[in-house]
T-cell receptor
Framework: DAGVTQSPTHLIKTRGQHVTLRCSPISGHKSVSWYQQVLGQGPQFIFQYYEKEERGRGNFPDRFSARQFPNYSSELNVNALLLGDSALYLC?????????????FGAGTRLSVL | GDSVTQMEGPVTLSEEAFLTINCTYTATGYPSLFWYVQYPGEGLQLLLKATKADDKGSNKGFEATYRKETTSFHLEKGSVQVSDSAVYFCALDDYKLSFGAGTTVTVRA
């Protein structure tokens, strides 16, 4: 079975541009979470979606938005990119949006903002 | 809010040495605790987990015990291999994961 897949794997943008990152969860998983991992740090929670509804949001500005589609895939959008948005963006899926559910991670999208 | 404090690295060991990485947490409830591992250029892989106090998680020779009295979840391995070189993250779960800063481990042959 395929694991969590993310696209693209690498992306280079310039300040002020917009970016869309995509994630396909493990088959049968209905919850998708997004994390930002800045170089040398642990991942930081951005969003969680379950059954197409936002279930949680981390401490990120409104420039960050996301959505989940009927097939449970998800997109993360970032507007007005800043240099500080350069990071590895990780997507994780789990069967339910509950505590103690194991989250399985994709390989990530590495975003570089110049 | 919930948080995790993890031993800073980097840690450099020789093959077959004993590894321990300290992790303590702060939480209002009774979270599950995890150790994730990240190999160079890859995403996170679940290494082991514990869902309640006194649970011991284990996998691939790694172990960690959920200690409520000391709010700790230290990772240990008795004999490391070169292939264990990676970044290790302690995390707690209350529907979202809160991670420590990560500990880089390098094992030399």
């Amino acid at each position: 079975d395929a694991g969590v897949t993310q696209s693209p794997t690498h992306l280079i943008k310039t300040r002020g541009q917009h970016v869309t990152l995509r994630c396909s969860p493990i088959s049968g998983h209905k919850s998708v979470s997004w994390y930002q991992q800045v170089l040398g740090q642990g991942p930081q929670f951005i969003f969680q979606y379950y059954e197409k509804e936002e279930r949680g949001r981390g401490n990120f500005p409104d420039r960050f938005s996301a959505r989940q589609f009927p097939n449970y895939s998800s997109e993360l959008n970032v507007n007005a990119l800043l240099l500080g948005d350069s990071a590895l963006y990780l997507c994780a899926s789990s069967s339910r949006a509950l505590a103690k559910n194991i989250q399985y991670f994709g390989a990530g999208t590495r975003l570089s903002v110049l | 809010g919930d948080s995790v404090t993890q031993m800073e690295g980097p840690v450099t060991l020789s093959e077959e040495a004993f590894l321990t990485i300290n992790c303590t947490y702060t939480a209002t409830g009774y979270p599950s605790l995890f150790w994730y591992v990240q190999y160079p250029g890859e995403g996170l892989q679940l290494l082991l987990k514990a869902t309640k106090a006194d649970d011991k998680g284990s996998n691939k020779g790694f172990e960690a015990t959920y200690r409520k009295e000391t709010t700790s979840f230290h990772l240990e391995k008795g004999s490391v291999q070169v292939s264990d070189s990676a970044v290790y993250f302690c995390a707690l779960d209350d529907y979202k994961l809160s991670f420590g800063a990560g500990t880089t481990v390098t094992v030399r042959a």
